[in-house]
Structures are given as C-alpha cells and as structure tokens.
T-cell receptor
C-alpha cells in the first residue's frame, strides 16, 4: 500500500540555521508533491508545489527538492526564525484527475531564539 | 474572499450518538474533501465530493458518510460514535479542473467522544 513517511521526531534548531525536513514515499508514483504548514489548532496552509519533472523549487526562504528515483523530497527553510516553528506536512497527488491528496504524518519544527 | 468555514469548531458527544459537521468552501470551489486528523495517524482522507457526487473515498467504515449540496457546501455525518472517533476533522476545498492547485483548509472541528 502507499506509504508516506516523515520524521516523527521533532526537529530542533537554532535561529538563523537551515532546517531540512524529509519526506519519503513508497508504492506511489506521484505527479505532484506539495508542502503544507500547520500550526496548533489550525488547518494546514499550502506552501509550495513541485512537479515530478522538476528537481527544485524555491520561494523566498523555502526550497523544495524532488527526487523521483529516490522517492524523496527535501524541504529546506533557510535563515530560520522562531516564527517558522510549526508542523510541516508533505502531500502527494497522483496523475489521475480524480486522485486524492495523500498526506504524511508531518514533522514538528522548533526554532529556538 | 472568505476562506473555508467549518462549523461547529468544537463538539462533545457521547458514545453511540451521531454527529453532523458542516463545511462551506471558498466561493467558486466545487471540490470538497474531508480528513480526520489524530496524533497517531496524521491526516487520513475520508472522502471527496464534487458536483454533489462522491468521487473518492478513503478506508473508513460506513458509519462515516457525507454529502454535498448544489451550492458546494458539504456535510459529513458519523453515526454510532466510538471513543476512537475523537479527532480534528478538517475539510479542504479546491478549484476543479486544475490538478496541481493547492487545497484550502478550514480551521477544523474538534470532536471529542466521551
């Protein structure tokens, strides 16, 4: 069955450093991969999307890579700030127009001042 | 424009009861999906509705059902509640016809079954 794995342990980093979060998947050939941010008690908020034929995507301090051979995406936040503390979810979407968006369990990021 | 609205925000129910949750999507969004989020399982897909038809379904028992109205508003119903149904229920709306667009989530309904 399809499986999306994100590091369940929280990632603690110092302000100003680069945070790197990992998303691995198996038994899946996604056409698109998305990253969301979720704050406690709130719904996820979309951050970035990357297509299967794209290697890298950037948006301000965010960078996403997508390696379909390794079946892995890396999500980077450069110059991290305490305000970046949240849970980050990766989500995969297949090629079919009727396919559902499937989420990983998320990784909690804590940026200390 | 207004975001996705879910009501109620919080709900406490007793085992065996049933519950109905509501979701109003962003204007113009015709696809509405429902997710259950628990600490151990993360976001689990329940079902998706488009044009009043269920077009995708997750692996949940038949106690979980939903519907969509002609104005795209959606409801989900859980009958014969169990303690394990306690969770944050999220709905998300999308623009139809564009696979690569983002999902817009509501704040969720926190359901507690006692």
């Amino acid at each position: 069955s399809q499986k999306i794995e994100q590091n369940s342990e929280a990632l603690n980093i110092q302000e100003g450093k680069t945070a790197t979060l990992t998303c691995n998947y198996t038994n899946y050939s996604p056409a698109y991969l998305q990253w969301y941010r979720q704050d406690p008690g709130r719904g996820p908020v979309f951050l970035l999307l990357i297509r299967e034929n794209e290697k890298e995507k950037r948006k301000e301090r965010l960078k996403v890579t997508f390696d379909t051979t390794l079946k892995q995406s890396l999500f980077h936040i450069t110059a991290s700030q305490p305000a970046d503390s949240a849970t980050y979810l990766c989500a995969l979407l297949g090629k079919s127009s009727g396919d559902k968006l499937t989420f990983g369990t998320g990784t909690r990021l804590a940026v200390r001042p | 424009k207004a975001g996705v609205t879910q009501t109620p925000r919080y709900l406490i129910k007793t085992r065996g009861q049933q519950v109905t949750l509501s979701c109003s999507p962003i204007s113009g969004h015709r696809s509405v999906s429902w997710y259950q989020q628990t600490p151990g399982q993360g976001l689990q897909f329940l079902f998706e509705y488009f044009s009043e038809t269920q077009r995708n379904k997750g692996n949940f028992p038949g106690r979980f059902s939903g519907r969509q109205f002609s104005n795209s508003r959606s409801e989900m119903n859980v009958s014969t509640l169990e303690l394990g149904d306690s969770a944050l229920y999220l709905c998300a709306s999308k623009i139809v016809g564009q696979m690569n667009t983002e999902a817009f989530f509501g704040q969720g309904t926190r359901l507690t079954v006692v």
